[in-house]
């Protein structure tokens, strides 16, 4: 069972950029070095333009060529008003594009390269392909008829990051639910829904699930309300091949598992579930993860981030330890 330590960007935070992020949805990519702000492309070393390689998928692209393009705009002292009026836009247009909540449009991407004084043609052909990768469809674009688009972001970003802590307070995290506990929970959801719409969506839950086992996992960090534990859906036998579907999962060298007893009393997530995503490349934030009932939240902006972390902290701090968890798991299975 891993047990993972806050590293160093848990205690002190990271700075954010972006506010409410609402991005799009999905592969290998390539980066670049970004210039220091109040810096003139024309003035920068050719080299520090090299493309660096980097993993992901069109979401995570999308958000970093944005990034990439707010940059070169705000070195060249250009407003989002003047570059909008180039690719015939809006501010607001430019905003979007900027924090990554649309496509590109390749001709848009040439036009702002060239307000902002990138003259070089190897760097706008890497710009371009890049452009042209963020509008890529990642592949659970095929479930767009039972996904809505807030949720086909997170299942995006979800397929970049390096670390997921979450905190669950009603379900079992989406990754670890076996077939038939995703089933019930689908069904509580969409009541109405045929049987093939439900196939359809336990499906999506079941394929994300295959990040756990790949070559290079994310690791996984959750702590979750015994409530959800001893909450039997599906009745008792499934409940009971979820709890020691969740024993073995815990045994896995990159996921920690740890249990908020009723014992505990208050504590400091009492507000509802939430997750937070980290990503190997380092010019993307973390991103706070809330869903509600119709719709989510992406916050990444430095102080909302931080203030989640801190509860995140204090409630692997609060909660049993991943020994502990497992022994409870096991009494909560006897008891049913």
Not at 184 to 195: I, Q
Not at 208 to 233: F, G, H, K, N, Y
Request: charged share 25%; aromatic share 6%; hydrophobic share 40%.
């Amino acid at each position: 069972m891993a047990v993972f330590q806050p590293d160093r960007r848990e205690l002190t935070g990271l700075a954010g950029r972006y506010g409410v992020l609402a991005c799009h949805a999905g592969a290998e990519v390539s980066l670049v070095h970004q210039p220091a702000d109040g810096v003139s492309t024309a003035d920068m070393d050719p080299r520090a333009l090299a493309p660096v390689e980097s993993a992901g998928g069109p979401t995570v692209i999308r958000i970093l060529l944005g990034s990439q393009l707010r940059r070169l705009r705000e070195a060249a002292g250009i407003t989002p008003d003047e570059a909008g009026y180039e690719i015939r836009a809006s501010r607001s247009k430019i905003s979007r594009v900027e924090h990554g909540r649309v496509s590109f449009k390749e001709r848009d991407v040439a036009d702002l390269l060239t307000l902002y004084g990138v003259t070089d043609e190897q760097q706008r052909r890497h710009m371009l392909s890049l452009a042209q990768q963020a509008n890529s469809r990642g592949w659970w674009a095929r479930y767009d008829d039972v996904m809505p688009d807030w949720f086909a972001t997170y299942v995006g970003l979800e397929q970049a990051t390096t670390l997921i802590r979450t905190y669950e307070l009603q379900f079992v995290p989406g990754l670890f639910q076996t077939e038939d506990y995703a089933r019930a929970v689908t069904v509580l959801g969409h009541r109405s829904a045929p049987a093939d719409e439900i196939a359809r969506r336990v499906l999506l839950r079941l394929k994300r699930q295959e990040i756990l086992t790949v070559s290079d996992p994310p690791r996984v960090w959750a702590v979750i309300d015994e409530s959800a534990l001893r909450r039997p859906l599906g009745g008792n036998e499934v409940m009971r091949a979820q709890l020691r579907r969740l024993i073995e999962l815990a045994d896995l060298p990159h996921v920690t598992l740890q249990v908020m007893p009723f014992n505990r009393g208050g504590h400091s997530a009492a507000g509802g579930s939430f997750s937070i995503l980290r990503f190997g490349e380092p010019d993307l934030p973390d991103i706070v993860y809330i869903e509600q009932l119709t719709g989510a939240l992406y916050l990444d902006k430095a102080d909302e981030v931080d203030n989640y972390r801190e509860v995140m902290n204090r409630l692997s701090a609060e909660a049993d330890t991943p020994v502990d968890s497992a022994r409870e798991l096991r009494t909560i299975i006897g008891a049913l």
